[in-house]
């Protein structure tokens, strides 16, 4: 494998000025890495062009060509596998020895396979999906989950730790892995807090004081400590991760699950609640109104 540096001032493509992308791809422009951009929101390019000084790719193709490092913050796996290995699409323009980095919310089954392709392209695949947020990102301090070939992924370190703390998770798609692992925990602790509160406060207990004493006792949890306070009880709703995106990833560690043949019975619950909740409430709903959600299914519950 060709060694590249992968350092400011480094040229870094990067698909995808979404609500974590923008800020993840502002800090390494910050730490004077050169950018080259692009995305199908016209208006968040031109906008993070003027903000940062980055270039605004002409094409695919063309980004793939300028770039040692392409990175991918984009809604799913079949997203990234169009923006590679379409017609025209950044593989198409990688000169030797480039790196490929998927930070997306993809599915382990699928990114395993995306591997082996671009492998067999001579193009080292890193899956480094985050955790974390719009605001931690913005800082700098997002977690990230490095799955793929040790030597690529210690050529993109410096890159990498721009963006947040970075955790080795082994091989090829096992950063895919983990955050569907992680997600499943994080569905599952913000729909039992949920449940919790709607059937406490029914009750006549206030609210605020059963998140208070939840996160002085065992029932705490991220949902508890962060998103109650912040965007529930001022029902705000304004966390900046989709519920669409949510249900997306249970659905992958439902996948991932089943391929592996281990129990899920708790996860396929999650996973069909979480889908319901997308139907009603539709994609681009916060994730922490999975709780109206409930407090409305609560109110037809009592009706019938």
Same mark, same amino acid.
């Given at each position: 494998?060709?060694?590249?540096?992968?350092?400011?001032?480094?040229?870094?493509?990067?698909?995808?000025?979404?609500n974590?992308?923008?800020?993840?791809?502002?800090?390494?422009?910050?730490?004077?890495?050169?950018?080259?951009?692009?995305?199908?929101?016209?208006?968040?390019?031109?906008?993070?062009?003027?903000?940062?000084?980055?270039?605004?790719?002409? #094409?695919?193709?063309? &980004?793939?060509? @300028?770039?040692?490092v +392409? $990175? %991918?913050?984009?809604?799913? /796996?079949?997203?990234? =596998?169009?923006?590679?290995?379409?017609?025209?699409?950044?593989?198409?323009?990688?000169?030797?020895?480039a790196?490929?980095?998927?930070?997306?919310?993809?599915?382990?089954?699928?990114?395993?396979?995306?591997?082996v392709?671009?492998?067999?392209?001579?193009?080292?695949?890193?899956?480094?999906?985050?955790?974390?947020?719009?605001?931690?990102?913005?800082?700098?301090?997002?977690?990230?989950?490095?799955?793929?070939?040790?030597?690529?992924?210690?050529?993109?370190?410096p890159?990498?730790?721009?963006?947040?703390?970075?955790?080795?998770?082994?091989?090829?798609?096992?950063?895919?892995?983990?955050?569907?692992?992680?997600?499943?925990? #994080?569905a599952?602790? &913000?729909?039992? @807090?949920?449940?919790? +509160? $709607? %059937?406490?406060?029914?009750? /006549?207990?206030?609210? =605020?004081?059963?998140?208070?004493?939840?996160?002085?006792?065992?029932?705490?949890?991220?949902?508890?400590?962060?998103?109650?306070?912040?965007?529930?009880?001022?029902?705000?709703?304004?966390?900046?991760?989709?519920?669409?995106?949510?249900?997306?990833?249970?659905?992958?560690?439902?996948?991932?699950?089943?391929?592996?043949?281990?129990?899920?019975?708790?996860?396929?619950v999650?996973?069909?609640?979480w889908?319901?909740?997308?139907?009603?409430?539709?994609?681009?709903?916060?994730?922490?109104?999975?709780?109206k959600?409930?407090?409305?299914?609560?109110?037809?519950?009592?009706?019938?």
């Amino acid at each position: 494998m060709t060694r590249i540096n992968i350092t400011p001032p480094a040229t870094i493509g990067f698909v995808g000025l979404g609500n974590m992308g923008f800020p993840m791809a502002s800090r390494l422009a910050a730490a004077g890495f050169r950018l080259t951009v692009a995305d199908l929101n016209a208006d968040a390019v031109t906008k993070f062009c003027a903000e940062t000084g980055s270039k605004s790719a002409a #094409s695919l193709q063309l &980004l793939g060509a @300028a770039c040692q490092v +392409v $990175i %991918t913050m984009l809604p799913e /796996g079949k997203a990234v =596998q169009k923006v590679l290995l379409g017609d025209a699409g950044v593989v198409s323009g990688l000169q030797p020895g480039a790196i490929v980095i998927d930070m997306s919310s993809s599915s382990p089954v699928g990114t395993r396979a995306l591997a082996v392709q671009l492998s067999a392209l001579g193009f080292p695949l890193i899956d480094a999906p985050v955790s974390g947020g719009i605001y931690k990102a913005a800082e700098g301090k997002i977690s990230i989950m490095a799955g793929g070939e040790k030597d690529a992924i210690e050529q993109c370190r410096p890159l990498l730790e721009v963006m947040g703390k970075m955790f080795l998770t082994g091989g090829p798609a096992s950063g895919h892995a983990m955050k569907a692992m992680n997600n499943y925990l #994080s569905a599952a602790s &913000l729909a039992i @807090a949920s449940e919790a +509160v $709607i %059937t406490g406060t029914k009750f /006549g207990l206030d609210p =605020q004081i059963m998140v208070d004493i939840l996160n002085a006792s065992t029932g705490r949890s991220n949902s508890t400590e962060h998103k109650f306070p912040a965007f529930i009880l001022p029902r705000t709703f304004n966390s900046g991760f989709f519920l669409g995106l949510m249900a997306k990833d249970l659905r992958f560690a439902k996948e991932l699950a089943e391929s592996m043949g281990t129990s899920h019975e708790l996860l396929s619950v999650i996973t069909n609640m979480w889908d319901k909740a997308e139907a009603e409430l539709g994609f681009k709903s916060d994730n922490t109104e999975v709780y109206k959600y409930l407090e409305a299914l609560a109110v037809s519950q009592v009706q019938e």
